[in-house]
């Protein structure tokens, strides 16, 4: 079975651009949720979603979108991008749901603001 | 937001079981406590997660004070290949939605 699969892998971007980023769960899982990773705080939860609605959201503002197609497949988009929006973002699949299932991550994908 | 606490790294010694703690005082009744690790540069895996009562796997043993307050997570024959970031985590409920937050983890390094 194919793990979950993030794209793209890295991505540098200048301040007050947006950027999306796009994740495939595992076949058959259909809850995703992203995570963002960075030195000082690190691993902070930003959402999830399950059969398209997004279920649980973290304490991130109203630039950090997503959305969660038929297929599963989700993505992630933050707008008007700041220097400490450089992180790596963490996509994680699960059979029902992050609470209280196990959720299988990807790889990430690393986000340079500049 | 209920807050993990790990002790910031760890050594052991390959071959030996390493005992990675983690306080949870905060802890509400239904929240889990889970297990992932995660080796550098990859994305965090999980290991166990438990309710209330001891739990074992394949990979790890998980021991859960009766009061929840605190957990243990053992892995019992260390081997380099354990080095990692050991992150416990509960879920927590804040401003009306849940959340699961990782901790800052403890950096268990195998020695040799």
């Known amino acids: 079975k194919a793990g979950v699969t993030q794209t793209p892998r890295y991505l540098i971007k200048t301040r007050g651009q947006q950027v999306t980023l796009s994740c495939s769960p595992i076949s058959g899982h259909r809850s995703v949720s992203w995570y963002q990773q960075t030195p000082g705080q690190g691993l902070q939860f930003l959402f999830e979603y399950f059969s398209e609605t997004q279920r649980n959201k973290g304490n991130f503002p109203g630039r950090f979108s997503g959305r969660q197609f038929s297929n599963s497949r989700s993505e992630m988009n933050v707008s008007t991008l700041e220097l400490g929006d450089s992180a790596l973002y963490l996509c994680?699949?699960?059979?029902?749901?992050?609470?209280?299932?196990?959720?299988?991550f990807g790889p990430g994908t690393r986000l340079t603001v500049l | 937001d209920a807050k993990t606490t790990q002790p910031t790294s760890m050594d052991c010694a390959e071959g030996r079981a390493a005992n990675l703690p983690c306080n949870h005082s905060t802890i509400s009744g239904n929240e889990y406590v889970y297990w992932y690790r995660q080796i550098h540069s990859q994305g965090p895996q999980y290991i166990i997660h438990?309710?209330?009562n001891n739990e074992t796997n394949e990979m790890a043993s998980l021991i859960i004070t009766e009061d929840r307050k605190s957990s243990t997570l053992i892995l019992p024959h260390a081997t380099l290949r354990d080095t990692a970031v050991y992150y416990c985590i509960v879920s927590s409920l804040s401003g009306g939605y849940q959340k699961v937050t990782f901790g800052t983890g403890t950096k268990l390094q195998v020695i040799p």
């Open positions: 438990g309710l209330k």
């Open positions: 994680a699949s699960s059979l029902k749901g992050s609470l209280y299932n196990e959720q299988f």
